[in-house]
């Protein structure tokens, strides 16, 4: 069975600092990743994804996130946070033996204040 | 614009009432998801179809119905089954054919409150 774990409910920065929102995740065979972003009553929207190549991924609103695979990880950063930035964000995770369905992590709440 | 339409936006439902929750897209993906997102519980999959015609149960089936008569649109019945139907319902698309690395597109969703 696929999972993924966002062991951070909360996540508070001041404007201007960097933010990291965490996630890792368990599966078997290689894993496909996500990163979203849930403004309220919104639907999700997608901000990038790791297939395979560097470790590093660059996606929209200028945040990166580092696949790490000894350590099953796959953080969502930005080196310089926004108020606009404050949302819900979800990890997610396919693999090629589960017919393609993702399994989603439980949502981290980020908010960036002033 | 291409997306997905998923309406009503709210909607209200009374106890032992069934409920269609509409899902329309225009991207011509093959596959389309309905998930329920309840606070600090992220989204739980209820059913799934990868084609036309055929359809599976997700995580948590139990209370509701699905359709797939045509590419386009994915409803969702919400029946008198499910105790606890509160919740926001998402649908989702992707293409299958470009690969297990496409994302998903999401609608807006739409809000059911029991009364």
């Known amino acids: 069975a696929q999972s993924v774990a966002q062991p951070e409910d909360q996540v508070n920065v001041a404007e201007g600092n960097p933010l990291t929102v965490k996630c890792t995740y368990s599966?078997?065979?290689?894993?496909?990743l996500f990163w979203y972003v849930q403004y309220p009553n919104r639907g999700l929207q997608f901000l990038l994804k790791?297939?395979?190549?560097?470790?590093l991924v660059k996606g929209s609103y200028g945040f990166e996130a580092e696949f790490n695979k000894s350590q099953t990880s796959f953080h969502l950063k930005k080196p310089s946070a926004l108020v606009s930035d404050s949302a819900l964000y979800f990890c997610?995770?396919?693999?090629?033996?589960?017919?393609?369905?993702?399994?989603f992590g439980d949502g981290t709440t980020l908010t960036v204040k002033p | 614009d291409g997306g997905i339409t998923q309406s009503p936006k709210y909607l209200f439902r009374k106890e032992g009432q069934n409920v269609t929750l509409s899902c329309e897209q225009n991207?011509?993906?093959?596959?389309m998801y309905w998930y329920r997102q309840d606070p600090g519980q992220g989204l739980r999959l209820i059913y799934y179809?990868?084609?036309?015609?055929?359809?599976q149960k997700g995580d948590i089936a139990e209370g509701y119905s699905v359709s797939r008569e045509k590419k386009e649109s994915f409803p969702l019945t919400v029946t008198s089954a499910q105790k606890n139907p509160t919740a926001f319902y998402l649908c989702?698309?992707?293409?299958?054919?470009?690969?297990?690395?496409?994302?998903?597109?999401f609608g807006q969703g739409t809000r059911l409150t029991v009364v």
């Open positions: 989702a698309s992707s293409d299958p054919l470009q690969g297990l690395y496409t994302e998903a597109f």
């Open positions: 599966v078997s065979g290689n894993p496909y």
């Open positions: 790791y297939i395979t190549g560097d470790n």
């Open positions: 997610a995770v396919r693999v090629n033996t589960n017919a393609g369905k993702s399994t």
């Open positions: 991207l011509n993906h093959d596959a």
């Open positions: 179809s990868q084609i036309v015609n055929d359809f």
